[in-house]
């Protein structure tokens, strides 16, 4: 059974940063597009950040354009977005998702994907 699992949201003050961490069963998972969404209750999943299956190519949302650092370690099955700058706006459930491709990171961030994890909760106080 496929899994991805988030990890490493929390509670933290405007400024402040955090890592969120996703590792992933899907196999083999350099052939995996990877994503990282956010959503806040009654709102619709916003996409965040996305990662190519080698790690060359990224791509953000303009929100969080120059704070958040997405990259992956494929010899671990991981993924990792690391938060800088963080705002109250960030306040979210943060998922991880996959998707089977070999397509850039502008691409993959528009893809349907294949495999959710079950999110972290991410909390920036002001």
């Known amino acids: 059974q496929v899994q991805l699992v988030e990890s490493g949201g929390g509670l933290v003050q405007t400024g402040g940063s955090l890592r969120l961490s996703c590792a992933a069963s899907?196999?083999?998972?350099?052939?995996?597009?990877m994503g990282w969404f956010r959503q806040v209750p009654g709102k619709g999943r916003d996409f965040v950040a996305a990662i190519s299956w080698s790690g060359r190519s990224t791509y953000y949302a303009d929100s969080v354009k120059g704070r958040f650092t997405l990259s992956r370690d494929n010899a671990k099955n991981s993924v990792y977005l690391q938060m800088n700058s963080l705002k109250p706006e960030d306040t979210a459930v943060y998922y991880c998702?996959?998707?089977?491709?070999?397509?850039?990171?502008?691409?993959?961030?528009?893809?349907?994907?294949?495999?959710w994890g079950q999110g972290t909760q991410v909390t920036v106080s002001s």
């Open positions: 998702a996959a998707t089977r491709t070999l397509a850039s990171a502008e691409v993959v961030a528009r893809r349907g994907y294949d495999y």
């Open positions: 899907v196999r083999p998972f350099n052939s995996y597009g």
